[in-house]
Each structure stands twice: as structure tokens, then as C-alpha cells.
């Protein structure tokens, strides 16, 4: 079982940053990869970002080169650095984490969520 709390998001002007996080707690050492997912209304969850726990990341098209996923050492932490931020941003992000759980020899890939922080970038 695992936990997942996102830091609180916040208003930003068009072209400035943000930086948000999610804290991971109970079975931490079974989590595969962590990422960001974003929600805008009237439309479906967005894939953006993930870091696997060997530290290798992805992105979203819609977002490479102003995004930056990040974890601790520990890995408890993941971090999402926002740079160059537009108003098509905006949006509930949700933070991710992939665990895996072996039964019986067999492994299953069981997915946590935050409970959601708000960003709105202004023009």
C-alpha cells in the first residue's frame, strides 16, 4: 500500500515557474516509477511526466524542455519543476506512483494517485 501527497500548486503568471512535489509513504521500495499526470476541465487526464527508480525519465511531448522530473535520493520524493509556463497549463496535476506486488509468482502493477493540486497560469 502506498500514500501519495502532493504539495499545494498555486497561481503564476505566463512564463514564470513552479515547483511542485509528492511525498510517498508505506511500501516505497515496491514503486517501479513515479510520475505527474494534469487534468484540465472538460477534458481527460494527461500523461506529463514519470521517473523510473533507476532515475530515467519521460515526458510529454507537450512539455519537454520547460518540465523537469526529479526524485530524492531517498525516492520517497518526487519533484515537478515548471519552467516557461503557458496558460494551456493550467490544469488539476496529479501525482503517480507504479508499484508492483508479486502473488503467487506472478507480478501485478498496482497504481496510487494524490488527491490533486491546482495550478492556473495567467496571461
Known amino acids: 500500500q502506498v500514500q501519495l501527497v502532493e504539495s499545494r500548486g498555486g497561481l503564476v503568471q505566463a512564463g514564470g515557474s513552479l515547483r511542485l512535489s509528492c511525498v510517498a509513504s508505506?511500501?516505497?521500495?515496491?514503486?517501479?516509477?513515479m510520475g505527474w499526470y494534469r487534468q484540465a476541465p472538460g477534458k481527460q487526464r494527461e500523461f506529463i511526466a514519470a521517473?523510473?527508480?533507476?532515475?530515467?525519465?519521460n515526458y510529454a511531448d507537450s512539455v519537454k524542455g520547460r518540465f523537469t522530473i526529479s526524485r530524492d535520493n531517498a525516492g520517497n520524493t518526487v519533484y515537478l519543476q515548471m519552467n516557461s509556463l503557458k496558460p494551456e497549463d493550467t490544469a488539476v496535476y496529479y501525482c503517480?506512483?507504479?508499484?508492483?506486488?508479486?502473488?503467487?509468482?506472478?507480478?501485478?502493477?498496482?497504481?496510487?494517485w494524490g488527491q490533486g493540486t491546482q495550478v492556473t497560469v495567467s496571461s
Open positions: 503517480n506512483a507504479e508499484a508492483l506486488k508479486v502473488v503467487a509468482g506472478t507480478g501485478r502493477i498496482d497504481d496510487y
Open positions: 508505506g511500501s516505497i521500495f515496491s514503486i517501479n516509477a
Open positions: 521517473i523510473t527508480s533507476a532515475g530515467s525519465t
